[in-house]
């Protein structure tokens, strides 16, 4: 494949020198050179797809098609969950005020069910047959929640901010049990699930803290 690769750019070089020096203008050798350009571009992507590869879904009876949007979504899931995660420890370490000794065991709490969580995506994502995004460029770049400051934030401000957070993980977790369950894939939909209920649990305890409906 390489060889009909390096043949093709071969001819193509041979054929844009022609049009440049004005040997040869004809349409069908325009049409020739995009043709040959497309193949060898067809190529350079089907090559960094394989790369990007680490297992095919069909070895665990699923349609690597059907399953893409599921890994994508998973990989923005796992950009978000990492945002919030830090943004956990951020509260625990800050918090202050008489409410310190509750939220501060609150939020180590929540940050080792994120950790383990965390995990647990990526490698379903391994499972699905793609690398996850492991670095910071990246969570940041993707995670549909927003970084902020901790440091001197009201103890009742941090958790306004998880329950926003939580409020955004459930609903791109809603998004991956409807997609999980269009592609068939069981193993995320259950994860998923598992993952949702915690925090749905988790955001009636907080608003009850808060004092709120
Ligand atoms: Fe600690």
Not at 14 to 43: C, E, H
Request: some cysteine.
């Amino acid at each position: 494949m390489k060889i009909l690769f390096f043949y093709f750019l071969k001819f193509y070089i041979l054929q844009l020198s022609n049009i440049i020096n004005y040997k040869r203008t004809d349409i069908y050798g325009i049409a020739l050179n995009v043709f040959f350009l497309k193949l060898s571009m067809f190529w350079f992507v089907k090559q960094a797809y394989k790369k990007n590869k680490i297992m095919d879904a069909k070895e665990i009876s699923l349609n690597e098609k059907q399953v893409k949007p599921v890994v994508d979504l998973l990989n923005d899931y796992l950009a978000s969950y990492h945002i919030h995660y830090q943004k956990l420890r951020g509260c625990h370490w800050n918090v202050k005020g008489q409410n310190f000794f509750t939220l501060h065991i609150k939020f180590e709490e929540l940050y080792t069910n994120a950790q383990l969580t965390i995990d647990e995506i990526a490698e379903r994502v391994l499972t699905l047959g793609k690398p996850p995004h492991s670095r910071f460029a990246d969570y940041i770049k993707e995670s549909s929640i927003k970084e902020i400051n901790t440091i001197g934030l009201h103890d009742m401000d941090m958790v306004d901010a998880l329950l926003d957070d939580m409020a955004k993980l459930i609903e791109m977790e809603r998004e991956l049990l409807e997609a999980t369950d269009k592609a068939g894939d069981d193993g995320s939909n259950d994860m998923v699930n598992r993952f949702m209920q915690f925090k749905e649990k988790n955001t009636w305890m907080l608003r009850s803290f808060a004092g709120k409906k």
